[in-house]
């Protein structure tokens, strides 16, 4: 089993749509977390960073973490087609540098 | 690509053959990361470095080697290419700042990546 799960995808959404990706996770000593975004061909762009439970908010974007849960959650309001890329959720345990450990990543399209 | 540049961006090369792919930064952050990204896997770390001539592997060293010379630089060899080291290669960097206050800084950055194809 993967220390990170994510659902591939591809996610399809309307324009406007609210879009919510997930990402759970096994390892407790995760404290870190980040949320980046990948266009086809590009690389990795740092979205959100947050190393507690609850709300961040950036924008669009709104990233939520429940640590009780091993769960974490992006949320992307009034989505726009420039959305569209595959988004890719990273952890970081406490004491281990910083060395991170990615989710496979979800792709979403947002159509016209 | 927040002062990252990798080359080259593309590489073919023959099963057997040496190949060395650098990842410069001008942002002069203390950690850089080689990373290889293939479909169902994500990306993989496969080594990494905390500072000039100290490095350590990541899960997915076998086959690879680096070196890091001046704190700009990072090179990542591949002795004798193989098929299964066809895959897309990015380089990352990070302060890893740790706050006082437990707050760290541990985000990393990411160059544009290389796609290498082993034939």
């Known amino acids: 089993q993967k220390e990170v799960e994510q659902d591939p995808g591809p996610l399809s959404v309307p324009e406007g749509a609210i879009v919510s990706l997930n990402c759970t996770y096994s390892?407790?000593?995760?404290?870190?977390f980040m949320w980046y975004r990948q266009y086809s061909r590009k690389g990795p762009e740092l979205l959100m960073y947050?190393?507690?439970?609850g709300n961040k908010e950036d924008g669009r974007f709104t990233a939520q973490v429940d640590k009780s849960s091993k769960y974490i959650s992006l949320f992307i309001r009034d989505s726009q087609p420039s959305d569209s890329a595959t988004y890719l959720c990273?952890?970081?345990?406490?004491?281990?540098?910083?060395?991170?450990?990615f989710g496979t990543g979800t792709r979403l399209q947002v159509t016209l | 690509d927040a002062g990252i540049t990798q080359s080259p961006r593309h590489k073919v090369t023959e099963t057997g053959t040496p190949v060395t792919l650098r990842c410069h930064q001008t942002?002069?952050?203390?950690?850089m990361y080689w990373y290889r990204q293939d479909p169902g896997h994500g990306l993989r770390l496969i080594h990494y470095?905390?500072?000039?001539?100290?490095?350590d592997k990541g899960e997915v060293s076998d086959g690879y080697s680096v070196s890091r010379s001046k704190t700009e630089d990072f090179l990542l060899t591949l002795e004798s290419a193989t098929s299964s080291q066809t895959s897309v290669y990015f380089c990352?960097?990070?302060?890893?700042?740790?706050?006082?206050?437990?707050?760290?800084?541990?985000?990393?950055?990411f160059g544009p990546g290389t796609r290498l194809t082993v034939t």
């Open positions: 470095s905390y500072g000039v001539k100290d490095t």
């Open positions: 390892n407790s000593a995760f404290q870190y």
């Open positions: 942002e002069n952050h203390r950690y």
């Open positions: 947050t190393y507690s439970s």
């Open positions: 990273a952890m970081k345990a406490t004491g281990t540098a910083s060395k991170l450990t």
């Open positions: 990352a960097i990070s302060e890893s700042r740790g706050g006082s206050s437990g707050k760290g800084s541990y985000e990393q950055y």
